[in-house]
């Protein structure tokens, strides 16, 4: 058996990037920790690493995971405000889930800068979510605001 691991595709890495931004835009809201500092240690110790023997963390598109850092922290206030328009009256972001907090930021840096199509922005995401959520209520939630938010973003792509 060889010790090279296979190569991943480019959707993959991506795939992983965009995980990968969550995680960190979540870690940067419970311990304050700058973007900077955080992308720091995606990229050192967490993209590709070995986190117990034989299980190996998925290498991602470092490209896309410092996009999608810098695009949520510059244009938080504006993603916010689009996901509470997406929520009800009485859920605005600042009371749901961290996680889910993270993601729609995440979603909304890409749609807010990057050129890939809204449909699969709001696909990707689901199956971000359903990675933290298993049992899939809370992917139902994310596929409704990311619709609602693309809409609102690129009205243009539907």
Do not use: C
Not at 43 to 56: A, I
Not at 120 to 136: N, Q, R, S, T
């Amino acid at each position: 058996m060889s010790d090279a691991r296979a190569p991943q595709s480019r959707h993959s890495l991506k795939s992983a990037a965009r995980l990968y931004a969550v995680q960190a835009l979540y870690q940067m809201e419970q311990s304050g920790e700058s973007a900077d500092t955080v992308r720091r240690e995606f990229l050192d110790f967490r993209f590709g690493e070995e986190v117990e023997e034989g299980v190996e963390m998925a290498e991602g598109d470092a490209k896309l995971f410092g996009k999608l850092l810098d695009g949520a922290v510059n244009w938080q206030a504006r993603i916010d405000q689009t996901v509470d328009r997406a929520l009800v009256a009485k859920w605005p972001i600042a009371r749901i889930d961290p996680v889910l907090r993270a993601l729609f930021r995440a979603a909304g840096a890409e749609m807010v800068q990057e050129a890939t199509p809204p449909k699969v922005v709001i696909m990707e995401y689901v199956e971000v979510a359903k990675a933290f959520y298993p049992e899939g209520r809370e992917a139902k939630f994310v596929n409704a605001v990311l619709d609602h938010m693309a809409r609102e973003a690129r009205p243009e792509a539907f």
